[in-house]
């Protein structure tokens, strides 16, 4: 066992060109008071509820009905792989149900809060144009509703930014939740645990649905679910890439133009340690060094650094075991591995922030994979 692979930088994330807000948001909120928020429309089958009370009212009625529900979380901002996963959902659910809310939790005081993309009217916009192709597909379901609650509605006893400062009930998954993303974001995955639980209390999905995109979220939650014996199963769906294989995410408007043409240097990279460890696994390994794998990665690293003036710091570059997510010194090919991985993308001008791209592959063990 050893640490992530070399582990740079844990500055925080500062965005600094503010981006369009729909509603705002405090972020040192101790608010205890609800704000009410007015929605927009939305067409027919899909309804909006900004309270938990309002969802847990229509939440009884699907229960008459014995409606199976599938959910999909997220923060908004919707792009074509939040869609495949409501269009997963829709096919195995007779009711899908998404939410969307920033959550305060999981963002550290210093990170992107106050700027993270909000983009109500269009995420709505996509949601229907994804019910109309649903109406002519065999898909049980539709997106029948949304949830977007304000920050009071759920912190009823307030949300500082400052962890210490931090009242009431909050979910820890240790040690899962300190490795890899949690050793840049150690606030991260509280964050994520805690809203996770509270939507599923009000949401109570049958299944939820999550991006293979965010690994150890998945991974997280999942043990939350079982350590907690939440009655829900947690659904992972493959990443949705972008034609030159970026992986698709809120947070890519971030990158400018130049950034943008270099970002696909990160999936690149975790291609070309896969190919390194099939590799071996095709030439007769039962066991992978995966030193030997990972050059082949750093390589392409080095290769494509300071192309287009775009310049970043490698967080961590990691073979982890898919459950424990410890760090391996060796793959037995019948487990396989999450290979996984954080580049910072450094500003290439003073209007630009660093931005932080995540992205993996699953190295499936060799009996599943062949
Ligand atoms: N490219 C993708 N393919 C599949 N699922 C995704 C993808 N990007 C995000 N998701 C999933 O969508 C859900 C909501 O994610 P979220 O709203 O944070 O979007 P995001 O694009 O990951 O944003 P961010 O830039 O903040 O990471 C999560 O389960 C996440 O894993
Ligand atoms: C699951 C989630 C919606 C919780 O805020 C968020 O972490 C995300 O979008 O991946
Ligand atoms: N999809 C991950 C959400 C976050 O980075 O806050």
């Not at 309804?47 to 009212?57: G, I």
């Not at 969307?100 to 939790?105: D, G, L, R, S, Y």
């Not at 999981?106 to 993270?116: G, I, K, N, R, S």
Request: proline share 5%.
């Amino acid at each position: 066992m050893h640490i992530p692979l070399l582990i740079l930088s844990h500055r925080p994330v500062q965005i600094i060109r503010p981006l369009h807000r729909y509603f705002s948001i405090s972020t040192s909120t101790m608010a205890t008071k609800s704000k009410v928020q007015s929605l927009p429309s939305a067409a027919p089958p899909l309804k909006l509820y900004a309270t938990v009370k309002d969802f847990r009212d229509h939440r009884r009625a699907l229960l008459k009905q014995s409606t199976n529900v599938g959910f999909i979380p997220t923060m908004g901002a919707l792009h074509a792989g939040h869609l495949s996963l409501m269009r997963r959902a829709a096919h195995e659910c007779e009711a899908v149900v998404v939410s969307i809310f920033v959550n305060p939790a999981q963002f550290a005081p210093t990170e992107d809060l106050d700027v993270y993309p909000r983009t109500l009217e269009a995420d709505i916009t996509a949601i229907e144009n994804l019910n109309q192709e649903l109406e002519k597909s065999d898909a049980k379901g539709r997106v029948e509703s949304l949830f977007v609650p304000t920050v009071s509605e759920m912190y009823p006893s307030g949300i500082p930014q400052v962890e210490a400062e931090q009242r009431g009930a909050f979910v820890t998954v240790q040690p899962l939740a300190s490795k890899l993303e949690g050793i840049t974001r150690p606030h991260f995955f509280r964050g994520v645990a805690t809203i996770c639980t509270k939507l599923f209390n009000i949401v109570q999905p049958d299944r939820a649905y999550f991006g293979q995109k965010d690994v150890q979220q998945s991974v997280v939650l999942k043990r939350m679910v079982k350590d907690l014996h939440m009655s829900l199963e947690i659904q992972v769906c493959d990443t949705g890439r972008e034609k030159d294989g970026l992986a698709m995410s809120s947070r890519n408007v971030y990158l400018g133009v130049k950034r943008r043409k270099v970002a696909p240097v990160l999936y690149k990279t975790l291609r070309a340690v896969e190919k390194a460890y099939w590799a071996q696994v095709d030439k007769g390994a039962k066991k992978v060094r995966t030193s030997s794998v990972l050059e082949a990665g750093l390589n392409v690293l080095d290769g494509a650094m300071g192309s287009d003036g775009v310049n970043w710091e490698l967080e961590y570059l990691s073979l982890a075991d898919p459950v424990e997510l410890e760090e391996l010194s060796e793959i037995d090919v019948r487990e396989g591995a999450i290979l996984s991985a954080a580049l910072k993308m450094l500003p290439t001008s003073s209007e630009e922030a660093p931005v932080r791209l995540i992205d993996n592959i699953i190295l499936k063990a060799a009996a599943d994979a062949k």
